[in-house]
């Protein structure tokens, strides 16, 4: 069944009417916060927050509340006011390719259509025996992904890039990338120019930490580099995402206790990003 949270279910709450870009909330500065509280973040799991790239639809996964457990949820922007409904259960950790045409769900993925999405479709022999919990795409058609390792933590980060309209074998990334533990959750930038996933290191500041590196002239990928304590805690940080128009970026938190139940979708100026670029 389909659950629909229009403009006038937000009203009976005395809550404002949504209007103007992203949800109409003020933008953050340079310390991470919580977004769009009570409306996007409840006390139930709200994971993987994504922007459509004309910014007018914002796409996350809830897990708790009124929707079945680990539903598709978006906010649309229809004429200046943003209302809330059901799109389908979660499958993977979703996410827009960089035009929108392609909504990624792990090895699965669905196309726009003029009517909405279409059916669920699979990527291909070369990913159904890998876990993935999340893939990302570049403007090149470059996959990057994850996927599910062991309680122990051993998961891998993998690309598979797009050569003369042929898919290649997936590759994993060496050890500037896939070191430490739980490496998951990446996200490539459109250009390629970075990458941020999340993962454990001796290093950090506890648990899953946000980590970045930049691709160099040669191709090659540069050191890892913790976000910092403006984003990164002691809890659990994870699945980032920058909004198309590059200015800012998205992530999860764990509020709650050890057991993740409460998981909230914080933002964050992506200047942090360009602060911690390599100078040439």
Same mark, same amino acid.
């Given at each position: ?134 893939? /990302?795409?570049?403007? !090149?058609?470059? +996959?990057?992904?994850?996927? $599910? =390792? #062991?309680? %122990? ?89 920058? /909004?198309?128009?590059? !200015?800012?970026? +998205?992530?999860?938190?764990? $509020? =709650? #206790?050890? %057991? ?21």
């Amino acid at each position: 069944m389909t659950a629909v949270r229009s403009i006038s279910w937000l009203a009976q709450l005395n809550k404002p009417v949504l209007g103007g870009l992203y949800l109409g909330q003020k933008p953050p500065g340079f310390t991470a916060i919580p977004f769009a509280p009570g409306i996007v973040n409840t006390e139930h799991r709200e994971l993987s927050g994504f922007f459509s790239p004309d910014l007018k639809e914002f796409y996350f996964n809830r897990n708790g509340g009124s929707y079945e457990k680990h539903a598709l949820v978006v906010f649309k922007n229809i004429e200046n006011q943003w209302s809330e409904s059901y799109v389908m259960p979660r499958i993977g950790r979703p996410v827009f390719s960089p035009d929108g045409k392609t909504m990624h769900l792990g090895k699965k993925y669905m196309v726009r259509t003029e009517t909405g999405w279409s059916e669920v479709k699979s990527l291909g022999s070369y990913f159904d025996d890998i876990r993935i919990m999340r893939l /990302t795409s570049s403007s !090149k058609g470059t +996959f990057v992904f994850d996927e $599910v =390792g #062991s309680k %122990d933590g051993d998961g891998v980060i993998r690309y598979s890039r797009l050569i003369n309209g042929k898919r290649e074998a997936p590759k994993p990334f060496g050890k500037e990338i896939n070191t430490g533990k739980f490496n998951a959750h990446p996200f490539i930038a459109p250009d390629e120019s970075y990458m941020i996933w999340d993962g454990e290191r001796a290093s950090g500041y506890g648990d899953s930490d946000l980590y970045i590196s930049f691709q160099e002239k040669d191709g090659l990928w540069g050191e890892a580099i913790n976000l910092g304590s403006s984003i990164n805690t002691e809890a659990w940080e994870s699945t980032a995402f920058v /909004t198309p128009d590059g !200015k800012y970026l +998205f992530f999860n938190r764990n $509020v =709650g #206790s050890s %057991d993740y139940e409460n998981i909230d979708i914080f933002w964050v100026d992506a200047k942090v990003i360009e602060d911690l670029r390599p100078k040439p």
